[in-house]
């Protein structure tokens, strides 16, 4: 299995980095009503961006640069490096964010929504790079992560069926479903349950690793 790709908030990271800036701003509960609402999961991301509006780029990555990382994210990182595997964030977070993180842990790709910067100040805008129309997806989230593991395996030359996928919630239901191995760590959903090969109750990224 030559790819293994994470999700990030709750999995690389400890904290959801939008609770984060929400909860330093102000916002945590407009945040929570739309998440919680019935609409579409990728009109959520496009709804949240908008609190955002204003904040500058140095103010968003300060918050950002105190998440504390996942225990044993960083020897997990070096050690599936050191044994050739090619790794990637999918995230239906910002690339402010996974850029940010795949620097920190030497990383070789992040996906995520990309928000509109102005003179260094983010306007509330958001780009979706979605894919689920494409793979006919039912996840309907902003990042489709099944369409970008399929994307990202075919760049490095890897079946999907010899990939490795790890997440903790609803949004990386698909992606669990699509590699060859998924692996739930500390599912924040039961439904995760029904796609995961494997579950991990233990907030340690090392425990990854007697299953690779």
């Given at each position: 299995?030559?790819?293994?790709?994470?999700d990030?908030?709750?999995?690389?990271?400890?904290?959801?980095?939008?609770?984060?800036?929400?909860?330093?701003y102000?916002?945590l509960?407009e945040?929570?009503?739309?998440?919680?609402?019935p609409?579409?999961?990728?009109?959520?991301?496009?709804?949240?961006?908008?609190?955002?509006k204003?904040?500058?780029?140095?103010e968003f990555?300060?918050?950002?640069?105190?998440i504390p990382?996942?225990?044993?994210?960083?020897?997990?990182?070096?050690?599936?490096?050191?044994?050739?595997?090619?790794l990637?964030?999918?995230?239906?977070?910002?690339t402010?964010?996974?850029?940010?993180?795949?620097?920190?842990l030497?990383?070789?790709?992040?996906?995520a929504?990309?928000?509109?910067v102005?003179n260094?100040?983010l306007?509330?805008?958001?780009?979706?790079?979605?894919?689920?129309?494409?793979?006919?997806?039912?996840?309907?989230?902003?990042?489709?992560?099944?369409?970008?593991?399929r994307?990202?395996a075919?760049?490095?030359?890897?079946?999907?069926?010899?990939?490795?996928?790890?997440?903790?919630?609803?949004?990386?239901?698909?992606?669990?479903?699509e590699?060859?191995?998924?692996?739930a760590?500390?599912?924040?959903?039961?439904?995760?349950?029904?796609?995961?090969?494997?579950?991990?109750?233990?907030?340690d990224?090392?425990?990854i690793l007697s299953y690779?």
């Amino acid at each position: 299995m030559g790819l293994i790709v994470f999700d990030l908030d709750g999995t690389l990271i400890k904290e959801r980095t939008i609770f984060a800036i929400a909860k330093k701003y102000g916002f945590l509960e407009e945040v929570v009503k739309v998440i919680e609402s019935p609409i579409k999961n990728y009109m959520k991301s496009k709804i949240i961006a908008g609190f955002l509006k204003g904040l500058t780029v140095n103010e968003f990555l300060d918050i950002i640069k105190k998440i504390p990382l996942m225990d044993g994210a960083e020897e997990v990182s070096k050690t599936l490096k050191d044994k050739g595997y090619k790794l990637g964030i999918i995230s239906d977070g910002y690339t402010l964010v996974t850029e940010y993180f795949k620097e920190k842990l030497g990383f070789d790709f992040s996906v995520a929504n990309r928000l509109e910067v102005k003179n260094g100040i983010l306007t509330g805008k958001i780009y979706m790079p979605m894919g689920w129309l494409e793979t006919r997806c039912f996840c309907k989230q902003s990042v489709c992560k099944r369409a970008h593991l399929r994307i990202y395996a075919k760049k490095y030359g890897v079946s999907v069926k010899d990939c490795v996928a790890v997440g903790d919630g609803p949004a990386d239901l698909c992606m669990l479903d699509e590699a060859g191995l998924g692996i739930a760590f500390n599912p924040k959903t039961p439904e995760l349950l029904k796609y995961a090969k494997m579950v991990i109750d233990k907030e340690d990224l090392r425990e990854i690793l007697s299953y690779l």
